[in-house]
């Protein structure tokens, strides 16, 4: 599975949108985007995953750029909640693990 | 409907002792993974079981580790004669499908060895 590489850590205001970027310049064509988030002490947590295509849900969107070696993670209103290390893994379904590596570290601040 | 449940969620073991960690998976999820965090740092995968099979036991240290997933009842990680670097917090993870990357993980077992 590719390498990803994101920032070590970053703040945000809570209320404003919280933009996570990831680096993944060696994807590859069947290899999907997924972030996770694990707020402190608690298990990871799903956030989205996507391939080509943005992906929005309920609690996130992703963008990934259209040569597919970089996307950024959004949260659009970032609340104190939202505090957590964020993970970005690139991983293709032909495999079994997710290989978590050192993740964001978000602090949403008051 | 119940998450991904483990247990013990702390657990104390002297050093040579046993330890053993349960992970009932989410309902209708056949698919078992077992990480490990140690302190201060990321997730490590260990383990990836089906029902009474080991498909990827790449990550499991060679000796005094082993993970079974029975026909009935939770999965279980056995760690034999523990070392303090055992110390650490073992997540487990459910999903419906095989080669899927949306897992559902428990809040972990934290494990303490004296």
């Known amino acids: 599975d590719a390498k990803t590489t994101q920032p070590t850590s970053m703040d945000c205001a809570e209320g404003r949108a919280a933009n996570l970027p990831c680096n993944h310049s060696t994807i590859s064509g069947n290899e999907y985007v997924y972030w996770y988030r694990q707020i402190h002490s608690q298990g990871p947590q799903y956030i989205i995953h996507g391939l080509k295509n943005n992906e929005t849900n309920e609690m996130a969107s992703l963008i990934i750029t259209e040569d597919r070696k970089s996307s950024t993670l959004i949260l659009p209103h970032a609340t104190l909640r939202d505090t957590a290390v964020y993970y970005c893994i690139v991983r293709s379904n032909s495999g079994y693990a997710l290989n978590f590596g050192k993740g964001t570290s978000l602090l949403v601040t008051p | ?114």
């Open chain 2, 1 to 114: 409907n119940a998450g991904v449940m483990q247990n013990p969620r702390h657990l104390v073991r002297r050093r040579g002792q046993e330890a053993r960690l349960r992970c009932s998976p989410m309902k209708g999820h056949s698919h078992v993974y077992w990480y490990r965090q140690l302190p201060e740092e990321g997730l490590k995968f260990m383990v990836y079981l089906q029902k009474e099979n080991i498909i990827d036991e790449s990550g499991m240290p060679k000796e005094r580790f082993s993970a079974e997933f029975p026909k009935e009842g939770p999965s279980i990680l056995r760690i034999q004669q523990v070392v303090r670097g055992d110390s650490a917090a073992y997540f487990c993870a459910s999903s419906t499908a095989d080669h899927t990357g949306e897992l559902f993980f428990g809040e972990g077992s934290r494990l303490t060895v004296l």
